[in-house]
């Protein structure tokens, strides 16, 4: 089955805090991306960060970082001195080589002042 | 120079009315998709499309259907609205599998 796990619903995190969320896949194949977005209350959908299943080092953008375990299926998203613009709705996907993504359910993040 | 356009972003309309929406990309991507997002915030794919082949959701009724003049462009046709449908629609491009980047949505009610 090709599917993507986010098995936190909500999470909260105290402003300046470390917060990670997780999200599991399930393929056979073995040339895939996995990608980390973000959904502010404006609906717009935002690339926070990708990962190329090919390589061995986890992807980093500023305060954000994922640890990618291919062998587990585990991409999780560390979201480090969160602040307040990180209250969103964040979504974990895959895509394959067919040109199809496949979305997690979404985690929604509180971030607490 | 906005990169994946949609028009309207709302769109109110009685049941059992057509509408469309029209999305545009300037990326020069080969593969468009539309997504419907309900109230739950789930992202459903409803369809995924390039210049060789159209790929329909099974789920998806086939009151809906895309239309792509060009590689630029795929329009969301919905036939006889339903209550159901009240959702906001995303329309995507991406090359290849590279990361695909959204429209700013459209919110569609039906009353």
């Known amino acids: 089955a090709q599917t993507v796990t986010q098995s936190q619903p909500e999470m909260s995190v105290q402003e300046a805090e470390t917060v990670t969320l997780s999200c599991t896949y399930d393929t056979s194949e073995s040339d895939y991306y996995l990608f980390w977005y973000k959904q502010p209350p404006s609906r717009q959908m935002i690339l926070v960060i990708r990962q190329e299943a090919y390589k061995q080092q986890n992807a980093t953008e500023n305060r954000f970082s994922v640890n990618f375990q291919k062998a587990a299926k585990s991409f999780s998203l560390k979201i480090s001195d969160s602040q307040l613009g990180d209250a969103a709705m964040y979504f974990c996907a895959r895509s394959n080589t067919g040109n199809q993504f496949y979305f997690g359910t979404g985690t929604s993040l509180t971030v607490i002042p | 120079d906005t990169a994946v356009s949609q028009t309207p972003k709302y769109l109110v309309t009685q049941m059992g009315n057509d509408k469309s929406i029209k999305c545009e990309q300037n990326?020069?991507?080969?593969?468009m998709y539309w997504y419907k997002q309900d109230s739950k915030k789930f992202l459903k794919i409803m369809f995924s499309?390039?210049?060789?082949?159209?790929?329909i959701n099974e789920t998806v009724p086939n009151r809906f259907s895309p239309k792509s003049p060009d590689k630029a462009h795929l329009n969301l046709h919905i036939n006889s609205l339903e209550l159901g449908d009240s959702a906001v629609y995303f329309c995507?491009?991406?090359?290849?599998?590279?990361?695909?980047?959204f429209g700013p949505g459209t919110r569609l009610t039906v009353l």
């Open positions: 995507a491009s991406s090359h290849f599998k590279n990361e695909q980047f």
């Open positions: 499309y390039n210049n060789k082949e159209l790929i």
């Open positions: 990326l020069g991507h080969d593969t």
